[in-house]
């Protein structure tokens, strides 16, 4: 079992930047999750899908940020025009129903 | 709106101590709770989930308990040892609308002394 994979690990780029981040989620699940971590926020639900369709994404905190999963093994987070106070870490989850979310090692994303 | 608050913020205790983190929610209408563990620099790690029917959930060294009634959830962790040492969140997710949406804390940062 490889987990829930994200690319890149580390993330350091401009103001102003696209930024585009990555997701594999477990085979199999047909939930997938990404949040956004900070020391002032804590952990926050951006937006999640269900088979492959975007369910919510009330947690989207502007126009800048977009979420798609085209399909069942592959989802991206795309932050454009980027600004600093994105910096955080991003996580993506996968799931299956009832069950626990798992997590992959995040995106450490700093914007200068 | 929901409301999850974990206390404390941080803990510090020597090898071999019983200890008990607390987590505290303002919705009583919760589809489950559940335990996380956060390592530096890594994802979360589901530890225990409790359903709203279940009072407690039990994992080795791990136990856990709900009282929805109250709006609080008990981790209690048996012989603490270094390995112990992370984050703990807890996490509650509610009934329709919320379905699959997890509410987190703000998680206690744990140290456990050789």
């Known amino acids: 079992d490889a987990g829930v994979i994200q690319s890149p690990r580390h993330e350091v780029t401009e103001m102003g930047q696209e930024v585009t981040l990555r997701c594999k989620p477990i085979s199999g699940h047909n939930s997938l999750f990404w949040y956004r971590q900070t020391m002032m926020r804590g952990l926050e639900l951006l937006i999640y899908f269900n088979n492959n369709v975007p369910i919510d994404d009330s947690g989207m905190p502007e126009d800048r940020f977009s979420a798609k999963m085209p399909n069942a093994s592959f989802s991206t987070l795309k932050i454009q025009p980027s600004e600093p106070r994105d910096s955080a870490v991003y996580f993506c989850a996968s799931s299956t129903f009832g069950m626990p979310q798992h997590f992959g090692d995040g995106t450490r994303l700093s914007i200068l | 709106k929901q409301e999850v608050t974990q206390i404390p913020a941080a803990l510090s205790v020597p090898e071999g101590e019983n200890l008990v983190l607390n987590c505290s929610f303002t919705d009583s209408a919760i589809y489950n709770l559940q335990w996380f563990r956060q390592d530096p620099g890594k994802g979360l790690t589901s530890l225990l989930l409790i359903q709203s029917s279940q009072r407690e959930q039990t994992s080795g060294r791990l136990n856990a308990s709900l009282d929805k009634s109250s709006g609080r959830s008990t981790l209690y962790i048996a012989a603490s040892q270094p390995g112990d040492s992370a984050t703990y969140l807890c996490?509650?997710?509610?009934?329709?609308?919320?379905?699959?949406?997890?509410?987190f804390g703000t998680g206690t940062l744990l140290a456990v002394q050789p």
């Open positions: 996490a509650v997710e509610g009934y329709g609308g919320a379905t699959n949406k997890l509410i």
